[in-house]
């Protein structure tokens, strides 16, 4: 959707997502829950504010559930701007939902925290044009490590899950409560969300098909590592 709003600018527009090599350490393997169940969150602190889209959800099913949310963020943030009313992420958190854990985010433990967790969300503001427009990357980041999750159904989250042969994005509340409670109960079903987003990833965006991507972004410029352009481009004689 950004590329879209791009295009009339500059036709010379390319979207690669990241790797995530350096976050990506655990996969999940085990998809059976304990009590309580664990949904998790990652992000920054600025966006933590997005959790609320789901807070009503959260109670509901807590009324039914054991439930616990995990948020994998700075321990401190900004409220405003990232520059203006700095608070704990902790009071942020708590906000949305009673029972909480806040996880400081570091590269090193990022991975294992959240495929600790049962099931991952990204909810997103479909009222806000900036956060609708974003790319699936975070998604991308979460099915590599084979979690499995719900997301708002913005236009990229949508086209992901269609193309992993999911359809666990949701416009409303009541979609929202009814695919969290569908995840919440099977085993299975949990099991195969994990596993068809890893494997969408592994087929769509391995290592060497980004790196793929990337090569071209710098041929598109004049650059290529292996012919005589690179030299044009870089002014070189």
């Known amino acids: 959707m950004q590329r879209t709003f791009i295009l009339p600018f500059c036709q ?18 085990d998809y059976k829950v304990g009590a309580p169940i664990s949904l998790v969150w990652e992000g920054l602190p600025s966006n933590i504010n997005q959790l609320g889209k789901i807070r009503s959800v959260l109670r509901e099913l807590s009324r039914r559930y054991q439930l616990e949310l995990n948020v994998v963020t700075d321990l401190e943030g900004f409220l405003f701007l990232d520059k203006f009313w700095k608070v704990p992420s902790t009071k942020i958190v708590r906000r949305v939902f009673d029972r909480t854990k806040v996880h400081a985010w570091d590269k090193n433990t990022c991975a294992r925290i959240i495929t600790e967790c049962d099931i991952a969300v990204i909810p997103i503001d479909l009222r806000n044009p900036l956060t609708v427009g974003k790319p699936e990357n975070k998604l991308i980041l979460l099915w590599r490590m084979g979690m499995p999750v719900v997301t708002s159904a913005t236009p990229a989250y949508t086209r992901a899950m269609d193309e992993a042969g999911m359809s666990l994005t949701c416009k409303d509340d009541v979609e929202w409560e009814t695919k969290l409670e569908t995840l919440i109960l099977s085993e299975e079903a949990r099991r195969d969300a994990g596993n068809r987003g890893k494997e969408y990833v592994l087929r769509r965006f391995s290592e060497a098909l980004i790196h793929d991507q990337w090569d071209a972004v710098f041929r598109s410029i004049g650059f290529d590592f292996a012919g005589e352009s690179s030299r044009i481009a870089f002014g070189s004689n």
Do not use: I, P, Y
């Open 12 to 29: 010379n527009v390319h979207v690669v997502l990241d790797t995530h090599d350096a976050v990506v350490r655990d996969v999940k393997q």
